[in-house]
């Protein structure tokens, strides 16, 4: 399991058995569902009685296998003594339920330990005793707990992000509760937003417990949450102007520094990986493009591989051609040995190669034998098998960490008649990849390269002066530095154009 700064707080099912919520259900079968779905933390909420502690023990330990299976930490509900007896990932508890210092007396300094806030002074008590994520609401009224302290609505939970930063606990998780659900999250989500400080996600209870496909909603609010996170990346990058170390191909280079600077980056264009010791220590990332190898080339990309992992800086490969020759096939094979990637991106050839499969392609055009449910497998499967961020570019694009899978549909035609289009996405997606911090979200960062991309040429395409391929190449250039410009100023209009779903992904 991740330390508990790596957790995901997106989607966080908080369980409730009652009757009006749970019905005749098994509580076990819904927890699998949702994690089928893509519920990224689960909370065992149980009201003990006196004559149900030996059940709820039972009912917590089973929940704890499901949620091992997928990843994902559970944590306990007030019992702190629970979470110690099953030996689980932590607990959450209110401002009236055991004490903080005695939980993490019990506990000890790794497990998790989240509080409930619904002011700025619970909120900061909660960061200053060093609660690991807040829970805050009660953002609407709800039927599932009528016991709740103050309605804040998405103003209140803003301010409460705001009063974190300007103590100084900026760094410290959140997520909201109360009323949530897939018709408003990301409308919560984006009101609650405070200019330096947004929601990790939202916890859920009904939503997600009394639904008659859990799996269904759960992978409703994954979309929701993922796409939530797309203005922060970009603004990141606005703001922080990471290096976009590129070792590219002959055919791209000039295209793809433009495309380094539009999105907010500073590109370098160095194929010499004698070099890249020194330019991996300045927080960048950096692009491997084997679109023209050679034997040269090859020995430099390793070198650079090497230089980024032992800096512990993100690596993208973009692995042009790969199944077009023989030497290409083998190219990938030596990087793949030689270190890590934290993104591979590719058309549907390029991946299928990666993952190890050997197919013709022509040149470097991309093949298109697979459907969209083998797609979406492909990419998952390749994300588990390396550890990485898999992007599968396309009409739709896929992108997958290996639990979690999302589509963009994005994009326009008129990238395909232009050359270095799937290049220069590779070099947007580094400058993304460059300012996700240690146990951060790479997936968030290489969807909102992804959808920042496919807006941009969508809007470019739209402009009554682009006539073709000539003019699209300046317009797309513009759409990419204007939006990021007004992501920078908080003018978040154009994200009603982006198109981010998670996806279903079958067992192959
Ligand atoms: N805690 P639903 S509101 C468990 O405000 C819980 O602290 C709350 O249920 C708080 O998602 C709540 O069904 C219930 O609205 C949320």
């Known amino acids: 399991m991740a330390p508990s700064s790596a957790v995901d707080y997106g989607v966080y099912l908080v369980t409730d058995s009652t009757p009006a919520i749970l019905g005749d259900k098994d509580l076990v079968d819904i927890v699998r569902q949702a994690l089928r779905g893509g519920v990224t933390c689960v909370q065992y909420r149980e009201k003990l009685t006196g004559d149900n502690h030996a059940a709820a023990i039972e009912k917590a330990r089973k929940l704890h296998a499901v949620t091992k299976e997928a990843g994902v930490p ?27 210092e005695q939980a993490r007396k019990l506990l000890g300094p790794d497990k998790i330990i989240g509080v409930t806030a619904s002011s700025k002074e619970e909120a900061l008590k ?162 491997v493009n084997m679109g023209t190898v050679t034997p040269d080339g090859l020995k430099n990309y390793k070198q650079a591989l090497e230089a980024y992992n032992a800096a512990g800086r993100p690596v993208v490969l973009d692995p042009v051609g790969a199944g077009a020759t023989s030497v290409r096939r083998d190219a990938v094979k030596q990087l793949l040995a030689a270190g890590r990637f934290a993104i591979i991106k590719g058309n549907e050839g390029e991946i299928q190669t990666v993952h190890g499969a050997t197919i013709q392609q022509r ?42 899978t999302f589509r963009v549909d994005n994009g326009h035609e008129m990238l395909g008649m232009i050359t270095g289009t799937g290049c220069t996405l590779g070099t ?31 809007r470019a395409a739209g402009r009554p002066e682009v006539r073709g391929p000539g003019t699209f190449v300046p317009a797309f250039l513009d759409e990419l530095y204007l939006i990021r410009k007004a992501t920078a100023e908080g003018d978040l209009g154009w994200l009603t154009l982006v198109n981010v779903k998670a996806v279903e992904v079958s067992e192959q």
């Not at 099953?86 to 339920?97: K, N, R, S």
């Open 74 to 100: 559970l944590l306990i509900n007030d019992h702190v003594d629970i979470a110690v007896e099953i030996g689980c990932e932590g607990v959450h508890i209110g401002q009236d339920d055991m004490g903080f």
């Open 126 to 287: 909660a960061c200053e005793m060093g609660a690991d994520y807040l829970g805050i609401g009660t953002v609407y009224a709800t039927a599932t707990k009528k016991d709740t302290k103050s309605i804040i609505g998405t103003s209140g939970v803003r301010d409460i992000l705001s009063a974190m930063v300007a103590a100084g606990y900026g760094h410290v998780r959140t997520v909201c509760i109360g009323g949530l659900n897939a018709s408003n999250t990301a409308a919560v989500l984006a009101q609650s937003a405070s200019p330096k400080k947004s929601l990790d996600g939202v916890a859920v209870v009904s939503a997600i417990v009394a639904a008659d496909d859990p799996a269904a909603v759960s992978r409703d609010l994954l979309g929701q949450v993922i796409a939530a996170r797309i203005p922060d990346v970009i603004k990141k990058v606005a703001e922080t102007t990471p290096l976009s170390h590129n070792m590219t191909n002959l055919v791209v280079q000039n295209f793809a520094a433009n495309v380094a600077l539009a999105v907010g980056a500073s590109p370098i264009m160095a194929n010499y990986g004698e070099e890249a010791s020194d330019l991996a220590k300045l927080g960048g990332a950096l692009v």
């Open 363 to 404: 040149g470097v055009d991309s093949t298109s034998s697979l459907s969209f449910d083998q797609k979406a497998s492909l990419v998952s499967a390749l994300a588990r098998q390396r550890s990485s961020v898999v992007l599968l570019t396309g009409k739709t694009d896929l992108v997958s960490d290996g639990r979690r």
């Open 428 to 458: 947007t997606v580094s400058a993304m990849a460059a300012v996700v911090p240690k146990g951060g979200d790479m997936l968030a960062a290489a969807v909102a390269g992804t959808a920042m991309f496919g807006v941009a040429a969508e």
